[in-house]
């Protein structure tokens, strides 16, 4: 095993010295199609929004580029409670309303060329919460987790020029609303699973020459 890992980091490295390593910054923006999954009795939608930020591409190999990003994403869902008579889902504000919660994404993106143009994208990414429009309260307790851990992956198409055009994923893997219910019956209710964060993203992206 130690012989076949040694053996690929080799093969590696040839590919790394053939390509020479560059290292370029950009900036990337889009829209959030987001929405949360899992909770009890969920009547959460899609919430359009938006994120940007920036990135550093370093080109290790001819086919393989490592992609530190930080990013400003507006998240959160919209809810539809006008049917029901008791908030039954974390997050309740008012029928018809919205969560929205904001953070600062730091990921590490692995950023692989599947042909001329064409790339997929993967890599985790590690989110602070900045601020969220849920009101603190007896029933929602001190609010929601102050971080988030996600995996992102995705495809993209660069033109020459440096514009690239992307589509990714990103799943939620902390429940966000931890906190409030650690201790509480919905726990060890069967019909309450995690509230995770799920993020549709169709952006854009500009590398500096």
Do not use: C, W
Request: proline residues 3%; negative net charge; glycine residues 12%.
């Amino acid at each position: 095993m130690k012989k076949a890992i040694s053996f690929l980091f080799l093969v590696f490295l040839g590919y790394g010295a053939q390509a020479q390593v560059t290292v370029k910054p950009g900036v990337r923006a889009g829209l959030n199609l987001a929405t949360l999954t899992g909770g009890y009795e969920n009547n959460a939608n899609t919430k359009a929004d938006f994120y940007v930020g920036g990135f550093v591409g370093i080109k290790l190999a001819s086919f393989y580029t490592l992609q530190p990003e930080i990013s400003y994403t507006r998240q959160g869902a919209n809810y539809d409670n006008s049917n029901i008579g008791y908030p039954a889902y974390p997050g309740y504000q008012e029928p018809e309303d919205d969560l929205s919660i904001q953070y600062l994404s730091l990921a590490v993106m692995n950023k692989f060329t599947i042909v001329d143009g064409f790339h997929g994208i993967v890599g985790p990414s590690l989110d602070f919460r900045l601020s969220d429009n849920l009101e603190d309260n007896d029933f929602y307790g001190d609010g929601l987790m102050d971080f988030d851990f996600a995996l992102n992956g995705g495809l993209g198409y660069t033109l020459p020029m440096g514009l690239t055009f992307e589509a990714r994923y990103k799943l939620g893997l902390v429940d966000i609303f931890g906190d409030i219910y650690e201790d509480d019956y919905y726990y060890e209710d069967d019909n309450y699973d995690f509230v995770l964060n799920s993020v549709f993203q169709l952006g854009v992206t500009y590398t500096f020459k």
